[in-house]
T-cell receptor
Framework: DAGVTQSPTHLIKTRGQQVTLRCSPK?????VSWYQQALGQGPQFIFQ???????QRGNFPDRFSGHQFPNYSSELNVNALLLGDSALYLC??????????FGPGTRLLVL | RKEVEQDPGPFNVPEGATVAFNCTYS??????FFWYRQDCRKEPKLLMS???SGNEDGRFTAQLNRASQYISLLIRDSKLSDSATYLC???????????FGAGTRLAVHP
């Protein structure tokens, strides 16, 4: 039973560029949440997708957008990258439960 | 004020020691509480849920005090493998949005 997978594992971009991160949830899970973890901080909630709709959003600007596909996989897009967007981006999946399972994350560096 | 606050540590303890971490949360309507463990450069993993009645899992004991809005984690007989960052997590509102503290770093030495 595959757990949550994310791609790519690492990414280097320059300011102003755009990036797309991908997540496949744990088998059977229908809800995907995205978190940003800056160095030395706890993860911060970006948004959550359920039934291909953004169901809840954290305090992040519109530069952060996402999508969920019919197979429950999800993408996180960030436009007009800033240096401060450098972080570990975590995807978590769940099924009608508060228990969320995290993927290994994508480490993004913006230069 | 942050929604979830933790002492960042680090806590440096010898093997076999007992160590306790504390966490406070600001939203009295919070409904679910957890401790996650995060190893260096890895994803957070659920350690245990926290209930008002307290719960124990081997060497780990978690406790919730709703009146004081306070959560604790006790680790007995520390092992080298317990070295990690421990994240206090609260769910407030609908849709199970996890709110993390900044984490408490534990280093267990021989």
């Amino acid at each position: 039973d595959a757990g949550v997978t994310q791609s790519p594992t690492h990414l280097i971009k320059t300011r102003g560029q755009q990036v797309t991160l991908r997540c496949s949830p744990k088998s059977g899970h229908d809800t995907v949440s995205w978190y940003q973890q800056a160095l030395g901080q706890g993860p911060q909630f970006i948004f959550q997708y359920y039934e291909e709709e953004e169901r809840q959003r954290g305090n992040f600007p519109d530069r952060f957008s996402g999508h969920q596909f019919p197979n429950y996989s999800s993408e996180l897009n960030v436009n007009a990258l800033l240096l401060g967007d450098s972080a570990l981006y975590l995807c978590a999946s769940s099924l009608a439960s508060p228990t969320q399972y995290f993927g290994p994350g994508t480490r993004l560096l913006v230069l | 004020r942050k929604e979830v606050e933790q002492d960042p540590g680090p806590f440096n303890v010898p093997e076999g020691a007992t160590v306790a971490f504390n966490c406070t949360y600001s939203n009295s309507a919070s409904q679910s509480f957890f401790w996650y463990r995060q190893d260096c450069r890895k994803e957070p993993k659920l350690l245990m849920s926290v209930y008002s009645s307290g719960n124990e899992d081997g060497r780990f004991t978690a406790q919730l005090n709703r009146a004081s809005q306070y959560i604790s984690l006790l680790i007995r007989d520390s092992k080298l493998s317990d070295s990690a960052t421990y994240l206090c997590v609260v769910i407030s509102g609908g849709y199970n949005k996890l709110i993390f503290g900044a984490g408490t770093r534990l280093a267990v030495h021989p």
